[in-house]
């Protein structure tokens, strides 16, 4: 069970219970405890299925018997300590229900800690140190120079985001890298068609959508004349040896391309520890191929240098080309030695499209067949598409659904909702610049993310659905409450006002923070902190509307607000971790 330091404070106790009235291992026990699908049926549970071998009876049996041991063991032990007000270890009750030990856990003695914890750790709670002196290389985004970051770029950059503030957040040191696609055959074609059809001012005026039609347009004419490609071709090899020409005006290119997808980054708040593409493994890349040569690894097949994957069930790895030039597997392997030379990873972490599986399986597979023990550690993060509901998209530059026409226009539809709901807001433009690409970040985040998206403005811009403004909104809304309250928050308040269902129930949503978050780096799953901030929006508007937060009892008053303050930081903590904006006023 994956839990928060709070949560494990009251299994332990429980378990140590269980082991003064049953005699067996804590280690036994305690994975075994579960929590009950309903909160009345208690806090904790433990289930007698594994006693009933040991005691010869039905595990209902078993589970009332022991539930009465528990109670005359709490009853014969004085508090052990202050915090526990009313009950030994802060247990309040101890039923059997049907074949299990259910444990209720004292409600105030549980406000006290999960709400003083948060109040106290602030944009620190839900961090934790499990990744302590551990590194972890985060490889994603990776567009290929000379075109448009478009929408099928924008998983791999916001799944890849997330997961490292994911582990950022579980105290791992993290190196985002975005492996730039600036080497191979295309860049041949790129030059001969800057030769043939590019302008004299390139160098001053071309942006990436000049260069684009250059890539077009040699396509189109190679289909005419396929001589093309050869020439295309032998550039490539001039640039792989360096030749000045090639090299200059591959640089070129590159500089505006990366002066364009900055500033898409900018707008997403992305940023990257390297900027490292594939042409910087270029000078290690026959190193990489002689040590694969060395191993016995490597054989020439049609002129072609392959790794042959077939006892392993998987097509040749191809190294090297016939006309001798590399691929991009190879510069994957002399990438991967380079990272653990260079950041001596604990994981390393590809959020690459499902569409690359075979690539990354034979990948690794080499990596292990080179005596790589680190091969283990390398992880392919996979995920499906983005799809347009009805293919509804509005673009400037044609088919191609481009990013940044996504995000101008996620803002636009935001700017028009806000100027209709809340004119007079003060910075509309940041408001909306937050909210409107905050929600593409989140409905691109709330799938699973092996799942694909369909992307529909109706249901990604709703204020009131499962979506990123949705809760902006109600962490908005919290923030209006304190604003009204308009007095410092104290966590100096009586926990046992916090007794209604609603205020029970939000309270154990904020204690699960720092277990999703867990669970989110064990499984690269950034939508079970997108689901759980919905959970927990959900529980603060039920207890918001069953009971009034500002009132003339001012005890009661001060302990509502103590709950809507920390309800607003874990919403504000999540949303940060998503790579989101937590805007004060909407």
Same mark, same amino acid.
């Given at each position: 069970?994956?839990?928060?330091?709070?949560?494990?404070?009251?299994?332990?106790?429980?378990?140590?219970?269980?082991?003064?009235?049953?005699?067996?291992?804590?280690?036994?026990?305690?994975?075994?405890?579960?929590?009950?699908?309903?909160?009345?049926?208690?806090?904790?549970?433990?289930?007698?299925?594994?006693?009933?071998?040991?005691?010869?009876?039905?595990?209902?049996?078993?589970?009332?018997?022991?539930?009465?041991?528990?109670?005359?063991?709490?009853?014969?032990?004085?508090?052990?300590?202050?915090?526990?007000?009313?009950?030994?270890?802060?247990?309040?009750?101890?039923?059997?229900?049907?074949?299990?030990?259910?444990?209720?856990?004292?409600?105030?003695?549980?406000?006290?800690?999960?709400?003083?914890?948060?109040?106290?750790?602030?944009?620190?709670?839900?961090?934790?140190?499990?990744?302590?002196?551990?590194?972890?290389?985060?490889?994603?985004?990776?567009?290929?120079?000379?075109?448009?970051?478009?929408?099928?770029?924008?998983?791999?950059?916001?799944?890849?985001?997330?997961?490292?503030?994911?582990?950022?957040?579980?105290?791992?040191?993290?190196?985002?890298?975005?492996?730039?696609?600036?080497?191979?055959?295309?860049?041949?074609?790129?030059?001969?068609?800057?030769?043939?059809?590019?302008?004299?001012?390139?160098?001053?005026?071309?942006?990436?959508?000049?260069?684009?039609?250059?890539?077009?347009?040699?396509?189109?004419?190679?289909?005419?004349?396929?001589?093309?490609?050869?020439?295309?071709?032998?550039?490539?090899?001039?640039?792989?040896?360096?030749?000045?020409?090639?090299?200059?005006?591959?640089?070129?290119?590159?500089?505006?391309?990366?002066?364009?997808?900055?500033?898409?980054?900018?707008?997403?708040?992305?940023?990257?520890?390297?900027?490292?593409?594939?042409?910087?493994?270029?000078?290690?890349?026959?190193?990489?191929?002689?040590?694969?040569?060395?191993?016995?690894?490597?054989?020439?097949?049609?002129?072609?240098?392959?790794?042959?994957?077939?006892?392993?069930?998987?097509?040749?790895?191809?190294?090297?080309?016939?006309?001798?030039?590399?691929?991009?597997?190879?510069?994957?392997?002399?990438?991967?030695?380079?990272?653990?030379?260079?950041?001596?990873?604990?994981?390393?972490?590809?959020?690459?499209?499902?569409?690359?599986?075979?690539?990354?399986?034979?990948?690794?597979?080499?990596?292990?067949?080179?005596?790589?023990?680190?091969?283990?550690?390398?992880?392919?993060?996979?995920?499906?598409?983005?799809?347009?509901?009805?293919?509804?998209?509005?673009?400037?530059?044609?088919?191609?659904? /481009? %990013?940044?026409?996504? !995000?101008?226009?996620?803002?636009?539809? #935001?700017? =028009?909702?806000? $100027?209709?709901?809340? @004119? &007079? +807001?003060?910075?509309?433009?940041?408001?909306?610049?937050?909210?409107?690409?905050?929600?593409?970040?989140?409905?691109?985040?709330?799938?699973?993310?092996?799942?694909?998206?369909?992307?529909?403005?109706?249901?990604?811009?709703?204020?009131?659905?499962?979506?990123?403004?949705?809760?902006?909104?109600?962490?908005?809304?919290?923030?209006?409450?304190?604003?009204?309250?308009?007095?410092?928050?104290?966590?100096?308040?009586?926990?046992?006002?916090?007794?209604?269902?609603?205020?029970? /129930? %939000?309270?154990?949503? !904020?204690?699960?923070?720092?277990?999703? #978050?867990? =669970?989110?780096? $064990?499984?690269?799953? @950034? &939508? +079970?902190?997108?689901?759980?901030?919905?959970?927990?929006?959900?529980?603060?508007?039920?207890?918001?509307?069953?009971?009034?937060?500002?009132?003339?009892?001012?005890?009661?008053?001060?302990?509502?607000?103590?709950?809507?303050?920390?309800?607003?930081?874990?919403?504000?903590?999540?949303?940060?971790?998503?790579?989101?904006?937590?805007?004060?006023?909407?």
């Amino acid at each position: 069970m994956l839990r928060s330091a709070i949560m494990d404070y009251f299994i332990k106790n429980i378990v140590s219970l269980l082991k003064e009235g049953t005699n067996l291992p804590e280690n036994e026990i305690e994975k075994f405890i579960e929590i009950p699908p309903d909160f009345k049926m208690g806090d904790y549970a433990f289930p007698c299925y594994t006693l009933s071998k040991i005691f010869k009876k039905s595990p209902n049996i078993i589970a009332a018997e022991l539930s009465n041991t528990l109670q005359i063991i709490i009853n014969k032990h004085p508090p052990v300590s202050p915090i526990f007000k009313e009950r030994y270890r802060g247990i309040a009750e101890i039923k059997a229900i049907g074949p299990y030990v259910n444990f209720f856990v004292d409600k105030v003695t549980f406000s006290e800690l999960v709400l003083k914890t948060i109040s106290e750790e602030r944009d620190g709670y839900g961090n934790k140190t499990l990744g302590k002196e551990k590194t972890v290389v985060v490889d994603f985004s990776s567009p290929n120079i000379a075109k448009h970051l478009a929408v099928h770029h924008l998983r791999s950059a916001l799944i890849g985001n997330a997961i490292r503030n994911i582990y950022k957040t579980l105290g791992y040191t993290c190196v985002g890298i975005n492996h730039l696609g600036d080497w191979g055959t295309q860049f041949g074609q790129l030059i001969v068609a800057y030769k043939k059809w590019g302008s004299e001012n390139a160098h001053k005026t071309y942006t990436v959508t000049d260069l684009n039609n250059l890539y077009v347009r040699f396509h189109q004419e190679a289909e005419k004349n396929p001589g093309l490609e050869d020439e295309a071709r032998a550039w490539f090899k001039k640039l792989e040896s360096g030749d000045f020409e090639a090299k200059d005006l591959w640089q070129h290119f590159k500089d505006i391309s990366l002066k364009e997808f900055q500033k898409i980054y900018d707008m997403l708040g992305i940023h990257f520890d390297a900027f490292v593409g594939e042409s910087f493994y270029n000078t290690m890349v026959e190193d990489t191929i002689t040590r694969i040569k060395e191993k016995g690894l490597a054989k020439v097949s049609e002129q072609a240098l392959i790794i042959d994957l077939e006892p392993y069930n998987m097509p040749p790895c191809l190294l090297r080309k016939k006309d001798d030039t590399t691929l991009y597997a190879t510069r994957d392997i002399a990438a991967a030695e380079y990272r653990k030379k260079t950041y001596d990873f604990d994981k390393m972490i590809y959020v690459v499209g499902s569409e690359q599986k075979l690539h990354f399986n034979q990948f690794f597979k080499v990596l292990e067949l080179m005596g790589y023990d680190w091969a283990n550690n390398c992880v392919h993060v996979d995920f499906g598409l983005m799809k347009f509901k009805d293919g509804k998209m509005s673009t400037r530059k044609g088919k191609v659904v /481009l %990013l940044e026409d996504l !995000l101008i226009e996620a803002v636009e539809r #935001i700017r =028009k909702i806000i $100027e209709g709901k809340n @004119p &007079s +807001l003060e910075n509309k433009e940041t408001v909306a610049r937050d909210v409107g690409i905050g929600a593409v970040i989140f409905a691109d985040l709330c799938t699973k993310r092996n799942k694909d998206v369909v992307f529909d403005w109706d249901e990604v811009l709703n204020f009131e659905g499962e979506t990123g403004p949705y809760i902006q909104y109600t962490h908005a809304r919290l923030c209006s409450i304190l604003r009204k309250y308009g007095k410092p928050v104290t966590a100096d308040i009586q926990f046992a006002l916090l007794k209604e269902d609603e205020s029970i /129930l %939000l309270i154990k949503n !904020l204690v699960q923070f720092p277990s999703v #978050i867990i =669970k989110a780096a $064990e499984f690269y799953e @950034p &939508s +079970l902190i997108c689901n759980y901030l919905i959970d927990v929006c959900g529980s603060l508007n039920r207890f918001y509307n069953a009971h009034r937060v500002l009132s003339d009892d001012e005890e009661l008053t001060t302990a509502r607000i103590l709950l809507v303050d920390v309800t607003r930081q874990v919403i504000r903590n999540g949303l940060t971790i998503l790579g989101m904006q937590a805007p004060e006023q909407m």
